[in-house]
Every structure is written in structure tokens, then in C-alpha cells.
Nanobody, 122 residues
Framework: VQLQASGGGLVQAGGSLGLSCKAS????????MAWFRQAPGKEREFVAA????????YYAESMKGRFTISRDIAKNTVYLQMNSLKPEDTAVYYC????????????????WGQGTLVTVSS
């Protein structure tokens, strides 16, 4: 499984940004795809996950209402739309994949993309 994340950049507080994660290497019907983030000096943090088969989603509580995870089966791509961004959202964002169920622990994910940096200025 290969995951290629893109879309990071610099945005002002209150702005929006969309991330993409292109997945390849197999069919993903039984997979869960997720986004995590890691700020400098902090542990990797769960953001959101989506079940590939039926698009069932799960969010970290602090992300609900501002972030939206989605997937496009035809493009083998997972998206993270981030709105109302805050300086504390600044982090490297990673996409990840695991077989079967939704999980929020990073150790449960076997496959990781390279990360894309999101910087939110105040």
C-alpha cells in the first residue's frame, strides 16, 4: 500500500484548506483510511477516519464541525477538508490506512503517507 498526501500549505486563521491522499497498491474495499497530525514536540494525534466500503466516518471530538473526511472510490483518494482553521491546527498531517475497522490509535495503522505540512498563521 502506498499513500501520497498533498495539499498542505500556509493559511490564515479562519481560512480553509483541503488535503488529499492518493492510495495505491491494492483494492481498499475492506480498509479504513484516516488522517492524523503531529505538531512540533507533540505526539501524533488522530483527526478523522473513514471506512472505505460505506464511507462511515469517525472524528476526534475537537475536529467535529470543522473538518470533513471523504473518499472518492474512482480516484482512490481520501480527502480532508479543514475549515475555520486555528493556529493550533498547525502540524504535519499524515494519511494512514489499516484493514477493517475504524480506530483512532496511530499504532493500529500499518500504512502511512509521507505527511504534508499545514501552517495556520494568526
Amino acid at each position: 500500500v502506498q499513500l501520497q498526501a498533498s495539499g498542505g500549505g500556509l493559511v490564515q486563521a479562519g481560512g480553509s484548506l483541503g488535503l488529499s491522499c492518493k492510495a495505491s497498491g491494492r483494492t481498499f474495499g475492506t480498509y479504513t483510511m484516516a488522517w492524523f497530525r503531529q505538531a512540533p514536540g507533540k505526539e501524533r494525534e488522530f483527526v478523522a477516519a473513514i471506512r472505505w466500503s460505506d464511507a462511515w466516518t469517525y472524528y476526534a471530538e475537537s475536529m467535529k464541525g470543522r473538518f470533513t473526511i471523504s473518499r472518492d472510490i474512482a480516484k482512490n483518494t481520501v480527502y480532508l477538508q479543514m475549515n475555520s482553521l486555528k493556529p493550533e491546527d498547525t502540524a504535519v498531517y499524515y494519511c494512514a490506512a489499516r484493514m477493517y475497522g475504524l480506530r483512532s490509535e496511530a499504532r493500529e495503522y500499518a500504512h502511512w503517507g509521507q505527511g504534508t505540512l499545514v501552517t495556520v498563521s494568526s
